[in-house]
Nanobody
Framework: VQLVESGGGLVQPGGSLRLSCAAS????????MSWVRQAPGKGLEWVSD????????YYADSVKGRFTISRDNVKNTLYLQMNSLKPEDTALYYC???????????WGQGTQVTVSS
């Protein structure tokens, strides 16, 4: 199993970024997928889930209405569109897979998002 994130960077408050996660080594379309983030000096924070078919999505209150999770089961890729970014969104963003016990069983290496003027 391999999860490789990309798309992070430095953006001004109010700006947008789109994160991608290329998945390989497993049947991507058979799993729920998630984004989890870790801000500097803080613990892990769940951000969003998407079901295996892509028709159901779930968000943390802190990002609801600003972030959109999606997936392409042909390209085996997970996305996170982030709009109206705030300094408090600064974090390392991880792509993760939900395993059979609902736990996050595989993680990518993370992509850094920094929101600053």
């Amino acid at each position: 199993v391999q999860l490789v994130e990309s798309g992070g960077g430095l953006v001004q408050p109010g700006g947008s970024l789109r994160l991608s996660c290329a998945a390989s080594g497993f049947s991507f379309s058979g799993y729920y997928m998630s984004w989890v983030r870790q801000a500097p000096g803080k613990g892990l924070e769940w951000v969003s889930d998407i079901n295996d078919g892509g028709g159901s999505t779930y968000y943390a209150d802190s990002v609801k209405g600003r972030f959109t999770i999606s997936r392409d089961n042909v390209k085996n890729t997970l996305y996170l569109q982030m709009n109206s970014l705030k300094p408090e969104d600064t974090a390392l963003y991880y792509c993760t897979r939900r395993g059979s016990t609902w736990a996050f069983d595989y993680w990518g290496q993370g992509t850094q998002v920094t929101v600053s003027s």
